[in-house]
């Protein structure tokens, strides 16, 4: 229950529609393949009384002849917030979003190699 003294912050922004990075291999001047997908959770949420931030997306590397899909997968990352105050829960989506981002990098390297 919030009392007259208390303010509650909240984020949850949703981006149904693929975003679009031009990441992955090149030869010369040619793309071999793009990274795009669809961010599904960029938000923080309580569990229980504690705020922690949650980043899922689904990624594909695709071809651009063709648009075909040659990998998929999905990433999630669940930060815990040291506290409720608006700078602590900004702090933990840096941390998320510097997670999330490595993992990505990673799995794309991965994927050139195959």
């Known amino acids: 229950m919030?009392?007259?003294?208390?303010?509650?912050?909240y984020v949850n922004w949703q981006h149904h529609k693929p975003l679009y990075r031009r990441v992955y291999h090149k030869e010369g001047d040619r793309t071999l393949a793009?990274?795009?997908?669809?961010l599904h959770a960029f938000q923080s949420e309580y569990q229980g009384d504690k705020p922690v931030v949650h980043i899922r997306y689904e990624a594909r590397l695709?071809?651009?002849?063709?648009?075909?899909?040659v990998a998929s997968r999905s990433f999630e990352v669940r930060q815990a917030v040291d506290g409720k105050q608006v700078a602590q829960v900004v702090t933990a989506f840096g941390k998320a979003s510097d997670q999330f981002a490595a993992q990505v990098?990673?799995?794309?390297?991965?994927q050139g190699q195959v």
């Not at 919030?2 to 912050?9: A, E, F, V």
């Not at 695709?62 to 899909?69: D, E, M, S, T, Y």
């Open 2 to 9: 919030s009392s007259p003294h208390r303010i509650n912050t």
């Open 105 to 110: 990098v990673e799995w794309t390297l991965q």
């Open 34 to 38: 793009t990274l795009n997908g669809v």
């Open 62 to 69: 695709v071809l651009p002849l063709g648009q075909r899909i």
